[in-house]
Structures are given as C-alpha cells and as structure tokens.
C-alpha cells in the first residue's frame, strides 16, 4: 500500500499511511530498541493532531522511564526488564484497592465496576497484557465489539471503566496518554416509562392482596420522595426526623403538620450521590410509616422502616425486595386482564420500581411545581431535573391535554374582561 510522506515536524516515530479512499492514518511506530523494551505499534487514528498528541505522550513516556532506569541502575537497582509496564490484572487490583474506590464509590457501583472489570480481564488474556500495549486501536476494536453485541448498557458500562481505568494508570504514571480518552461511548438504554395513574391504583391494591405493606409503604414513599431504591430500603428510624420550623414556610405548614405541629422527614445523604436531602411525604405516608416503625419494634432490626413482611430476613436485599414487587406487579397486570384492558396489562408488566422516581417528578410537574422545588426533592441538581422534565413532559398526553383546556379557559377569561371593559 502507497505511503504517505512523513510531516514536516518529524515527531520520532510517528509515521502516515495514505489508504484507499485518500484519507491519511497516522501510526506511532517502535524502535528495534523500544520493541525488544515492549512497546508496540499505536494506531493513532486519521486526526493528525490528534496524532501527534498520542506520539509525543508516547516519546515523553518512553523518555521518563528510561530516565528512572538509568537512575536505578545507576544506584545499582534491578534489571531493566523487571521495570517494564505493569499488567492490566495488576492495575485493576491497584485500582479496586484504592481509597477512593472503596470508600467513595457507593457499594452497588462498586460491584457495577468489579463486573465490568472483569470483562477487561477476559478481554486483555487473564489481565496479563501490559498497559503499555492496550492502543488506541485495540480500544476502538473493542468498542466495535461490544456495539455489534447489541447490550448497550453493558457496552456503556464496560467502556467507561476503562476509560476510567486507563485515567488511573496515567495518574499514577505507569502510561502517559489515556488511549480510551474521547472513545466516544453509546449511550445506555434511556427508561421513559411513566406510571400511569390507574396503573399505581393496581399496584397499590395489590400489595393489600398479597398482604405486602412494605412494598406499598415503598412504592408511596418512593413516588413522593423520588428517592433511589437503594436509598429507600436503607432508611432507619433514625432518619426519619422533624424537620425544623424554621424550614416549614407558613403557606406549607397547614397541609403537611400533624397534630403536635410537627412536619416529618427522611434526613440522610443519598448512597450514590452523597447528596444531602430531607423529603417529606403526605400526612397519609407519614402516618403508615409512623405505624410500620411502631410494627417494627418486635423485629430483628427495629430501627429499619422497610422490612420483610414474612419476618424471614433482618432486612431487606435488593434481590429480595425486586421479588416482592414482582409478586405485586404480577397480580396488578392479572387485574388487568380481568377488566380486559390489553393496554393497561401491558404497561403494568413493563413498570419497574424504579419508574416511582420519574412519575413523581413528572407527576409534581404535571402540578406546576417549580422545578428548583423538584430538585430539591429528588436531589438532582435544577439542570438535570429541568431535562428530565424537557424530555417527558412534553409527550405526555395528560400535558397535552391540560395545555389545551387551560389555553381555551384563560381565552374565555380574556374574552370576559375584554366585553367587560367595552361595557
């Protein structure tokens, strides 16, 4: 194949390939020295200054360990090929033994990370290849990959741990360049399911059938809290609090104060987000979980608000907890199918409990809630709680439905002041 001249600026190493269709790929290429050192040939895509980034950080990092070994050796260390670059087995270890990833990384998205992890272990021969080898090219091969494997979560996932992975290695010095830097990622499957209201109905009386009032209890505190799952089964009793009167403006107090003139709350920093947030639920919620919390004395764990209601377990998994609401999802979409009401059916079936956060947040929506209000709720920052809300209100049905009704009232009211005023 027909090679492209070499640029002016001569970067050591880096050489052109002009290909079929005329565009130019560039490639960082080795020395006999820096082959036999363990280095390999960089594929560095058909951005020239791009390419020219990579081959710079490639000489700069080849300079910097020849400039530490001559150091050792000169101290009388060891050999030079016992400091060639790590393997990727013992950067994972490095990295999932680091503080920050055990003490900052919420449990779930550690065991997310572990998981995908290894997948790069099986992908890099066991871990064993070094992280010099891992181009920019094997990044863009397995990217392609996974596309073409259809699982876009599991793609999304994978990808950005090296991402993240490989930022890791450059941090602590063993590459220089992050060769999955800007691998452009596919997004992961998006939910949009919202909870229509006869559907949260059936789902509410069929927790009562099933005699599951924790799975009740934790769809109505998830829906008017719009907290995460894992957060709602880590509520303790010693999270639920009154919130102080100073933050109870006088307009809220009438509709959320019980009979002591107390406004309670779930005060507790979220497990994924260490975000500090204090919710308060309706009267009617607050009364259940005043009552489950009275129920729970005589259990393994009192002090939790959601327990098993079987009594089998301390507590709450998240594996457990999936199943009771499948019970319950199960009996709603039979209900139905009683009413032969096909389409209900089918969006019963396809509700998650995760959902209850979204509608909630739709649903104060819906109500004209400011969306700073919102966010403050759910403990998504204003911007991102806006876009959730850009992106479902506006297909929503019921939205569209009041848009029209309140444009053709307030056109009446107009309407009405205008003959009043030429009369």
């Known amino acids: 194949m027909t090679r492209a001249r070499k640029p002016s600026g001569k970067i050591k190493g880096l050489t052109p390939q002009l290909l079929a269709d005329g565009t130019v790929s560039w490639n960082w290429k080795p020395s006999p020295r820096e082959r036999r050192m363990g280095y390999t040939n960089l594929h560095c895509g058909t951005d020239r200054a791009l390419a020219i980034q990579l081959a710079e950080a490639r000489n700069a990092e080849i300079a910097a360990w020849e400039a530490g070994q001559s150091a050792i050796g000169h101290n009388g260390g060891p050999p030079m090929a016992s400091l060639r670059p790590r393997t990727m087995r013992e950067l994972a270890d490095d990295w999932v033994r680091s503080d920050h990833f055990r003490k900052q990384l919420a449990p779930k998205t550690q065991r997310l990370y572990r998981h995908s992890v290894g997948k790069l272990m099986e992908w890099t021969d066991n871990g064993a290849i070094p992280v010099a080898h891992i181009s920019r090219a094997a990044c863009l091969e397995l ?53 229509r209201p006869e559907a949260i109905d059936l789902l509410d009386r069929a927790a009562d059938a099933l005699r599951l009032p924790s799975v009740k209890l934790a769809m109505m505190v998830g829906f008017w809290t719009m907290q995460r799952e894992s957060d709602l089964l880590a509520y303790t ?8 009167p100073s933050d109870v403006p006088p307009e809220a107090r009438g509709a959320l104060t019980d009979t002591q003139g107390n406004v309670w709350g779930f005060k507790k920093d979220q497990i994924k987000t260490k975000v500090h947030v204090w919710p308060s639920v309706p009267p009617a919620v607050r009364d259940l979980v005043h009552a489950q919390l009275k129920a729970n004395r005589s259990r393994p764990v009192p002090t939790m608000v959601l327990l098993p209601d079987d009594r089998m377990a301390k507590s709450y998994s998240d594996k457990q907890f999936q199943r009771r609401f499948s019970q319950v999802r199960a009996v709603a979409w039979y209900g139905a199918m009683l009413r032969r009401d096909w389409r209900l059916a089918k969006h019963i079936r396809e509700t998650q409990f995760r959902d209850f956060r979204r509608t909630g947040m739709c649903y104060f929506g819906e109500l004209r809630v400011p969306v700073p209000l919102i966010a403050a709720i759910s403990g998504h920052s204003i911007a991102y709680t806006q876009k959730i809300i850009d992106t479902y209100m506006p297909a929503n049905t019921r939205f569209a439905v009041m848009g029209l009704a309140e444009a053709i009232t307030r056109a009446a009211e107009r309407t009405l002041i205008e003959e009043r005023m030429e009369g």
Do not use: C, F
């Open 237 to 244: 009793a010693n999270d639920w609090k009154v919130i102080p």
């Open 143 to 195: 990217r392609d990959a996974l596309v073409r494997s259809g699982k876009r979560s599991a793609t999304a996932n994978t990808l950005r741990v090296l991402r993240i992975l490989m930022q890791y290695a450059v941090d602590r010095g063993v590459i220089a360049v992050n060769p999955a830097l800007k691998l452009k990622i596919p997004e992961s499957d998006k939910r949009s399911h919202i909870i």
